[in-house]
């Protein structure tokens, strides 16, 4: 079983509409869980982080943390197409010297007009 | 968030040559992070670099292979040596810790022939 889960996709979504990513985890110590946005040939770009259960949102992102489902999701809404990259879950895993952050293989999203 | 520049931003390299990554950060940190990106891809962490110590590196990389230097809180260098094939990837540095985030320079693009 891979550390971190994603769907690769391709997730299409029409532009207004919601885009819901999901991702699971393995390490049921991990804390710290975080949405990265790649638009293609760029670096990753932290876009929320998330270290409770429940949710968080930040302008229309919205990150839902559930630990004991070991879940997380980013909730996009009023999508619009430069919303469309790939979006990488990265969760905290290990302990101590050991600790890393270990990213999904990411779900590409595609805002249609 | 920190500033993190990368050069070479690309390059193209003959089998068995080595290049070296540098990567600077415009702020003090103590922290810094290689990780590769292959072709379609997530991200996988090669080593962790800490100032005045040896890099810690993730399994299946090796100080032979990938060795890092950090003379300074501000920069490092990842030189891929012998390379390979297989080497041709995205090289990334971050900056950040494993339980805060991190935040990624813009990557060298390397293709070996």
């Known amino acids: 079983q891979k550390e971190v889960e994603q769907n690769s996709g391709p997730l299409s979504v029409p532009e207004g509409a919601i885009a819901s990513l999901n991702c699971t985890y393995s390490d049921r110590g991990s804390q710290s869980f975080f949405w990265y946005r790649q638009y293609s040939g760029k670096s990753p770009e932290l876009i929320m982080f998330?270290?409770?259960?429940g949710d968080k949102e930040d302008g229309r992102f919205t990150a839902q943390l559930n630990k004991a489902s070991q879940y997380v999701s980013l909730l996009i809404r009023d999508s619009q197409p430069s919303d469309s990259a790939t979006y990488l879950c990265?969760?905290?895993?290990?302990?101590?010297?050991?600790?890393?952050?270990?990213f999904g293989t990411g779900t590409r999203l595609q805002v249609t007009l | 968030s920190a500033v993190i520049s990368q050069k070479p931003s690309r390059d193209i390299c003959q089998r068995g040559t080595s290049l070296t990554i540098q990567c600077q950060v415009d702020?003090?940190?103590?922290?810094m992070f290689w990780y590769r990106q292959q072709p379609g891809q997530s991200l996988t962490l090669i080593a962790t670099?800490?100032?005045?110590?040896?890099?810690?590196?993730e399994s299946g990389f090796v100080i032979d292979k990938f060795p890092i230097s950090r003379p300074n809180l501000t920069f490092s260098t990842l030189t891929v040596s012998n390379m390979s094939p297989e080497d041709s990837s995205i090289y990334l540095c971050s900056v950040g810790g494993s339980s805060v985030g991190q935040y990624f320079g813009p990557g060298t693009r390397l293709t070996v022939t």
């Open positions: 702020s003090q940190v103590t922290m």
């Open positions: 670099a800490n100032q005045g110590s040896e890099a810690t590196y």
């Open positions: 990265a969760v905290n895993t290990g302990t101590g010297t050991a600790s890393k952050l270990t």
């Open positions: 998330i270290y409770s259960n």
